[in-house]
């Protein structure tokens, strides 16, 4: 009798443990907000796929009015199955706002939507989440890693 509760005791123990180790893994909301310059705020919002092009959407809002210029060349994603995305070389690939640019001034606190498009192929399913994403804001590359397909 006491081997076997003894058994069941450790089991418990590692799964407590497993469990743990997983939260301490995932990424906190926190994570996904970088200042990218002066008073300029960038979130991370979400990944959408939609006939073969993965949509990546980011949250800008900046102290004072100001240009902001999103270089799509340098921006990345990479998915958990080692695959890399680079958006096509047109300035179809990114909207700012409600509008197709790389370049765009934003107003002082209003949260502005960057949107990045992906060519992946007609089949790709949506992982649940991103090993790295990029953006290039303003001549700076931001970073996020483990990133989940959506937030909350």
């Known amino acids: 009798m006491m081997r076997r509760t003894g058994k069941r005791f450790a089991m418990l ?3 407590v443990s497993i469990v743990l180790l997983g939260f301490a893994n995932h990424a906190s909301a926190d994570d996904f907000v970088k200042t990218v310059g002066d008073g300029i705020q960038l979130s991370y919002e979400s990944i959408t ?4 092009y993965l949509y990546v959407r980011y949250m800008i809002v ?3 009015d100001t240009m902001i210029t999103v270089n799509a060349q340098a921006s990345e994603i990479y ?9 096509a070389n047109n300035i179809y690939v990114v909207q700012i706002g409600n509008i197709n640019r790389m370049e765009r001034e934003i107003i002082e606190n209003v949260p502005t939507p960057i949107s990045i498009e992906y060519a992946v192929g007609g089949d790709y399913k949506l992982p649940e989440s991103f090993a790295k994403i990029t953006i290039t804001v303003n001549g700076k ?3 996020f890693r483990n990133v989940p397909s959506t937030l909350g």
């Open 79 to 87: 998915d958990p199955f080692g695959r890399e995305f680079t958006p």
């Open 13 to 15: 123990l590692f799964s």
């Open 141 to 143: 590359k931001v970073e």
């Open 49 to 52: 796929v939609k006939e073969g």
């Open 62 to 64: 900046s102290n004072k």
